[in-house]
């Protein structure tokens, strides 16, 4: 991993430590599975923190730009799934 995560300086700790487990979650569904549970829990809290769509468009997309994992299509995917399955991107 040679990129770093899009944070704002102006979250809180735990609040930046919930958003890198989130972008890191989309990762993991790229490289190998994770659980739509899981991830759709991720995403609840992502959103809380930033519940602007412009805002999510914004840090979604510094975080595609940098690392080639979209948000957005890993998280349509999910929503798509049952609770238990795994969400792979491969």
Same mark, same amino acid.
Request: charged letters at 35%.
């Given at each position: 991993m040679?990129y770093? +995560? @899009?944070?704002?300086e102006?979250w #809180?700790?735990?609040?930046?430590i919930?958003?890198?487990? %989130?972008y !890191?979650l989309?990762?993991?569904?790229y490289?190998k #599975?994770v659980k739509r549970?899981e ?6 809290? %992502? *959103?809380?923190?930033? @519940? !602007?769509?412009s805002?999510e *468009?914004?840090?979604?997309g510094? %975080?595609?730009? $940098?690392s080639?994992?979209?948000? +957005?299509?890993?998280v349509?995917?999910a *929503? $798509?799934?049952e609770n238990g399955d795994?969400? #792979?991107? #491969?």
């Amino acid at each position: 991993m040679n990129y770093t +995560y @899009p944070i704002d300086e102006t979250w #809180s700790k735990q609040e930046i430590i919930d958003v890198v487990n %989130f972008y !890191s979650l989309v990762e993991q569904a790229y490289e190998k #599975s994770v659980k739509r549970d899981e991830l759709m829990l991720a995403y609840t809290r %992502f *959103k809380q923190i930033v @519940p !602007s769509k412009s805002e999510e *468009k914004q840090l979604c997309g510094k %975080f595609e730009k $940098e690392s080639g994992y979209s948000c +957005y299509r890993t998280v349509k995917k999910a *929503k $798509e799934l049952e609770n238990g399955d795994k969400v #792979s991107m #491969s």
